[in-house]
């Protein structure tokens, strides 16, 4: 492939080659696809990561359900531990609420 040779001037009449600027452009071009490359493989590696964790809690919940925890239950315990306390007591005196307005007891 033959590159042409043209020269551009700049407001400073500084010589400008096209092969420069083509280089420069690749250069720049492949900084930016191993960039990419670099964070597609990060998310890769966490989501590997992620996938391990989530079998390994769902072992976790096996091995409870077979000393004979309620793993459904579980899930709700965890939830409310990860509730700020007014939100849940909020949430909780609804609920009461609800339940003596339809006689659930």
């Known amino acids: 492939m033959k590159t042409k040779k043209i020269n551009l001037k700049t407001t400073n009449q500084k010589h400008i080659k096209m092969s420069d600027i083509v280089n420069s452009g690749i250069v720049d071009t492949k900084s930016k696809?191993?960039?990419?490359k670099s964070f597609i493989?990060?998310?890769?590696?966490?989501?590997?990561?992620?996938n391990n964790i989530?079998?390994?809690?769902?072992?976790?919940?096996?091995?409870?359900?077979s000393s004979g925890y309620e793993p459904k239950i579980?899930?709700?315990v965890l939830l409310i531990r990860k509730m700020d306390i007014d939100k849940r007591l909020e949430q909780e005196a609804l609920l009461d609420t609800y339940r003596n307005a339809l006689g659930i007891f």
């Open 41 to 50: 493989e990060r998310i890769e590696r966490l989501e590997e990561e992620k």
């Open 74 to 76: 579980m899930r709700k």
């Open 33 to 36: 696809d191993d960039r990419l």
């Open 54 to 65: 989530l079998a390994d809690i769902k072992e976790v919940y096996s091995e409870a359900k």
